[in-house]
């Protein structure tokens, strides 16, 4: 089936698959690779594509369709192209590439002649691994030869924009005419240079006093190291665990949509019928059922969540709390992959050697110690007595036991055969079931990810285990397009994100009674001292934030959009940052016992992080005026598409999904390029502001809505004063006057100053964007960030 994301998966066996271009004739090259590309990865059938058609006495190499709307001319592996150094990605002029390159320029003459000879609009020279797609005939006055094309340096860059390519050049794409609007319309100006770029130290590194270091070193304790110390295990899982599944009561979106989190893809698109790992009533009773069964089903459950969800904690909690009394009847193997093994092709042996290891520390199970051994392979020497050596065992009884070793010896080298055996013989003479969880996956490659999933598999079919494995969505979408997970139904449980605001404050109340009962945390460096009361303070303001600061709650809630570790990280990155007065909090909270965390001295922290400037190379948060070219109407670009998907999925999308192509239509109506929709469309999906029903990033998948992040950040966040004033320096300003005005700022007063002309000149802009009015509503939100920076002015002159 031509879908997406199975065509992108072809492109990646693609991939794996060695091969010497250089060697490459043209007939190689065609049958190799080019044959595969065009039917296997941009979904061209077969029927429709004509190989060496003869016409009025010349050969082209490929025609696809009926019409036909795109040639292919084929040519050696050492006809190729070079960008120049520091060329963007994007449509390129034609004699950029064939400046110096004769062959090529051959090569697209003899595409671009068959194409104006016969009328068919589109063309592509190939060697097979670099690809120039260009319009073959033109209607609009400019020779194709002058005209722009859309180049693949090798099929990596076609896997990493693999979602551009399948927009333009599959039939569907070519049939809506895309590479045409994209190629015959002239390259829009870059945007000129952003503020940052005229600031020295940029980023530059924020200092911090010394309350604050103080306080950053200490950051990381309260959410890390508190949670892994053995010793506390039990005891933060009792007081300070959090159940997944319950709704965000701060959340941008409709519940719906939150409810829906896992429905779409699992019942809709992958077929499998997916049950929520815990209800209202707690622990999903047929989970404990079904960890009992798996090993009789010979299948893996699944426990499969959005990184960062809480699937480890959940996992500790199953184990200690939920099923303790049934998986305390169980030899339990608990294998984490967080930071090992370093690559994949480990993947086997640091599984076993893990196995191996816990059987021998936590159970004082050797399963290389003699009388084990013999246990285990009791029949088999039972057998060995019996045969050929027989004789030796009253002749020689010696020469009989060494050869009984070497038989030994020659079994438990098969080393995972070993284990599996030794696995058998413990459940069977313990009577107990082994329990095996493979954890921490999702933090690690696709590929890895995969491996982890099949040895899971194996496991279960074939070993005397029942095994879970942690999966991600969009892991799980890839092993199903690959046919890994397709020969049967597996067992999948979801386990969806616990409301943010608990967890933060149930982890802040339990390092608070930590630190009170020892003073000190766990993971504290050798030889470093603190005040346990500057802490402690602290511990306590921000429990008091997450209790009552209703905006600071909403904010972190949103924009995390159920990833807990994300916002375990907001808080880390606030705590002892040099863009936050800890000294004047402490001073507050000795004073009165109280401090009102507002919302723009958070936001600055987790915005800015370690840098004295907005970084978006490393800021969690994105830009959301930035510019892809010098068009002033493109500041609003972001805003209108979060409004326009939310405002779809709410009148007529399935859970709130809407199609790809009616959002790029939108756009378009909109005045903005494809090229435009697509950078936008790209840092809306890395950002986590648009989703797709698997998971996917880059430019997403076929259908696209908004996720809590996209609804707040074009609702609140854009007005906010702390999030302008970090970004204008990231922003291009298109007016020459307003460019010069605005400049770099450091006391309260100025930054405040700056970002009134930041929004004067948004204003300006919106100003000339007149076709936009009738499409969103930027006056609303330019009045609330004015009253936003009025606050904090008011807040300044009561201090």
Known sequence: MNTYEACKERLALLLDTPR???????????????????????????????????????????????????????????????????????????????????????????????????????????????????????????????????????????????????????PEGIKERNLTNLLSKDALPPPPVKLAARL??????????????????????????????????????????????????????????????????????AGVAASPATTKKGLNPQLTKDAIAASLSRRPILLVGDVGVGKTTFIRNLIKNEAKEELGRSHVIYVDYGTRPAVADDLNAFTSSEIIRQLREDMDLDIYERQFVRGVYNQRLADFSKGIYSDLKKSDESAFRQKEIEFLEKLIDKDEEHLRLSLEHISKGHKRQIVVFLDNVDQRPPQFQEQVFLIATSMAAHWPVSAFVALRPETFALSRTRGAIAAYQPRVFTIEPPRIDLVIRKRLEFALSTLKRSGSLPGMPA?????????????????????????????????????????????????????????????????????????????????????????????????????????????????VLLDYVERAGQVGGLHGFVERGAVLSYLQTCGFTVEQSLAHLRRAFEHSLLSSPEGLKGEGGDRMRITSAGAYSRKKLAALFAYLDAVVVDTPITEPSRRSAIVDARSIDDRLSRALLFLDYLDSCWERSAHLRDKFDWNSLSTLARTQVAQVQSRLHQT
């Open 20 to 170: 010497d271009l250089g060697n490459y004739n043209e007939a190689t090259a065609r049958f190799q690779l080019i044959d595969l590309i065009l039917t296997d990865v941009l979904g061209w059938d077969r029927s429709n594509v004509s190989v060496e058609k003869h016409d009025r006495g010349d050969f082209t190499d490929y025609e696809c369709g009926t019409p036909v709307a795109l040639l292919v001319e084929a040519k050696r592996g050492d006809v190729g192209f070079s960008l120049p150094l520091g060329t963007p990605s994007g449509p390129t002029k034609i004699q950029t590439l064939t400046d110096g390159n004769k062959e090529l320029l051959a090569a697209i003459e003899q595409a671009i002649g068959y194409c104006q000879e016969r009328s068919i609009p589109y063309a592509a020279v190939t060697n097979g691994d670099q690809w120039i797609f260009f319009l073959g005939s033109r209607i609009d006055g400019v020779a194709s030869h002058r005209g722009r094309c859309l180049c693949y340096s090798n099929l990596s860059d076609l896997h990493e924009r693999f979602r551009e390519a399948w927009d333009l050049f599959t």
């Open 200 to 269: 020295p130290d940029y980023p530059g590194f924020k200092n911090r006093n010394p309350i604050a270091t103080e306080l950053q070193i200490f950051g990381g304790l309260f959410f890390d190291d508190i949670i892994n110390d053995p010793s506390l295990e039990e005891d933060f899982l009792k007081h300070a665990y959090c159940q997944s599944g319950a709704l965000s009561q701060y959340a941008l979106v409709s519940k719906e949509l939150l409810q829906s989190r896992y429905t779409t893809f699992f019942e809709g698109q």
């Open 527 to 639: 030889g470093v001292s603190l005040s346990s009361r500057n802490v402690e303070r602290y511990l306590e303001m921000l429990i008091q934030a997450f209790e009552s600061q209703t905006e600071v709650i909403e904010f972190i809630d949103n924009m995390c959009a159920g990833n807990v570790r994300e916002a375990l990280n907001y808080v880390g990155w606030f705590v002892g940052s040099g863009h936050v007065d800890s000294e004047k909090i402490l001073s507050i909270m000795e004073r009165s016992g109280k401090y009102s965390l507002p919302l723009h001295e958070f936001l600055r922290a987790v915005i800015h992080k370690n840098g004295e400037h907005y970084d978006p190379t490393d800021s969690p948060i994105l830009n959301i005026y930035d510019l892809s070219s010098n068009t002033p109407a493109e500041h609003f670009a972001l805003l």
